[in-house]
């Protein structure tokens, strides 16, 4: 009799793991494409052949419009969609919050010399107005905030300064828009015209937020075309004068009433535990917001609603926040923040779609804590989220939305991530979204419908299996 | 000794071919290839690194912009031509016409129901105005023709017709532009907005001439943008009710002098044989005109400039010709026919570049004869034109611009071919043209230096050989 051990041959040792793999289920072991492939096929079925969500969209863009915070077309919105979760069966409230209230007014901006001519543009958001004569000066151009700085106050000061900036993706070039207006009053501008923050252009100026510095005088902003941008900028450089008379009625209000509309469907074993996921419901006051963010805000409502149909209700609390003024301050994200208390840990994930309802591709995802209670390092707790997502996202391989990446969030979970909710974005090919973004060319028509389905059938499914799945992304 | 010869090894032939070749470079024998390879090699080098051509395109663009016929633009643009012509050492004249004068004025589009907001809009080029105070009428949507026959006079008397076609191509899209005012008036339509002509869309109309039928009341038309158009059908699809109130200063006067301007290198040997090409110097008044047409129009210019600087002078005369209101009536190109004289039997050949200037490909040809005087068929006259069209074209390979297709012409050389003079078009891969055509965005930026450069030299080097070979495209 021998002894020391034999080893088994690897062919037993295979066939015994997946002997073990199949005949138990609901063990820790298994994946979690295993564990939930029956109730995934259901949900992404029922994703793949939804109408309802669609039409909800189409209300949204095409009855309702566009949604600026403080204007009565989020109200509406807001109300809509309350009287719609109501009728659809889902737990639903009102997370009232107070948010700004900037209206554009009537606005123009004209070249009157070397020729006569109006320019295409719109007010930045948050911008002051002009007088009621409008502001006519000179026009500087600049390409970038070197050449601004370059000239100083006596090449600046009593001028309109033009900023001809070259796209450099959206993140370099938005500088410009948020802190181009600060930059040039500082150095006596008396007011700046900023090329939309775009890689393409068909005549088409993109408004957005801009920041004003404390310590810099107030002066009036405003996009405009790509077009006409590089048109000043050669026209300086041919050595022609410039000057424009710009008019703009922008006046900001007291704060005004809004809400974050919230719907869920409680845990059945642990309701105090929410994974929250959605968008924002307002958008620019351009437009139908199509992109920017109602489709994303229906994809994920739809989510919820399907789940809700099809009775499946997972151990934690799967949440829907639609919420309100993302695009001029992140009231509905702090009010939101608010609500759950100072412990943020009863979140286990946040999934935020804020970049379009192009073809998704999957999720990107960030862990916030640096390391897991357990003391595994970074890298460890990273490694271990990242398998349980790619275990999920299996079930999207089909519509070729399985990409797992790193990096992921969004504006309005950032108070959530900020203090150690793991957060996400469903992400999209995302080629096209800075050519529609914050301009009346964010319209449904931009939409596929098959794109919009994908979006909804990926909130589904990850949002179910997060609040359900006895893991969490992170270790506490 | 043998009696029967014996054949020569096939290397000892293929050495003859090749001495023979090289021996005598201007026997008929060897390809336009062969013996224009020195001269196209010099005319390729200086295109390729021409900047003189940009700068010409970029002050058409950017100091004169755009040239309707009838305005001061287009009688900039044709005396500054005249002059830089002149001043390059070009022979070139004013080739006088009368053209349409039809001025846009003042114009809006504003939906009164069932929300306010305004409407992008630009008038077609000859429609008429509203009264002072606009006319305001119910909407009513539809998808093509079929639809509006359809409704009949019950339908449309007293409306406005929104014509919210498909895409399906420039070609037969545009027949709703062109043709749809009179259809719709027929019916008792008071106006028609029409979606605009194009595939792709960022909330931007696109202009372009109708026609009015004799038998109809002339009601107004404009372009409205892609996005608006779908929603109006998405709306009335929801049954909600639309009004809109249009309101167009548009006025036609008078007809107004203009001119072709023309330049020319004359012939050597056969001066009344003549080579033209060109492209059309007119634009509508919006945007800058680059794409359409002045691109190709400076394109033609450089060519022909660059010959005289390379002491180029061709056998037979190299004419361009930047044709005067081509975009709304065809009056230059009739003024250049009639000025040929009835027999158009002198101009061998007839090339235009009116697909904007987006990367060359190469060139299309139609042979206008149905046989040649020599009693070749049709096919054998278009096989003899493609061999020494690719001979030509063999030069382009390094460009990647060596495609000889079937089918060629323009607009403005319509009245030759239609009078037995071979037509051809400089063709680009035309991927965006339509995105631009008619717009406020048809602009200098969206114009590649290089494709432009790659234009000259296509001009220039098929404009030269065409004129210098002693073979013509078509036998007479």
Known sequence: MLTHSVPAPRWIARVLVLTCAFASVSSAQDSLTDRYRDDAGRILGAALVDTHGWEKLEHLTTVIGHRLSGSKGLENAIDWALGEMKAEGLTCYRQPTMVPHW?????????????QRSVAMLGLGGSVGTPPAGITAPVIVV?????????????????????????????????????????AAKLGAVAVLVRSATGSSLHTPHTGTLRYDDDAPRIPAAAITVEDALWMRR??????????????????????PSANVVAEIRGSELPDEVVVMGGHFDSWDVGQGAHDDGAPCM????????????????????????????????AGADAYRESIGEDASSHVAAIEMDGGCERPIGFGFTLASEEGADGATKDEANGRARKLLEEIAAFFEPIDAAAIRDGGGGADIGPLMRDGVPGMSLNTVGEHYFDWHHTHADTLDKIEPTDFRRAVALFAVMGYVLADMPETLAVR
Chains 1, 2 share one sequence.
């Open 235 to 256: 026209t300086q450089v041919l050595g022609r004068a410039m000057r424009v008379t710009l008019r703009m009625g922008a006046q900001t209000f007291e704060d005004a």
């Open 103 to 115: 209206v554009r007014g009537k606005e123009s901006a004209e070249l009157v010399e070397p020729v």
């Open 143 to 183: 390409r970038d905030f070197d050449e601004l700085d370059a000239l100083g106050r006596a090449g600046v000061e009593g001028k309109i300064v033009v900023y001809a900036v070259d796209w450099e993706g959206y993140g370099r070039t938005v500088r410009y828009r948020v802190g181009g207006a600060s930059r």
């Open 299 to 330: 994809a994920a409502w739809e989510a919820l609603t399907i789940l809700h149909r099809l009775g499946l209700q997972p151990r934690r609390t799967l949440r829907v926040v639609l919420w309100t003024a993302e695009e001029n301050s992140g």
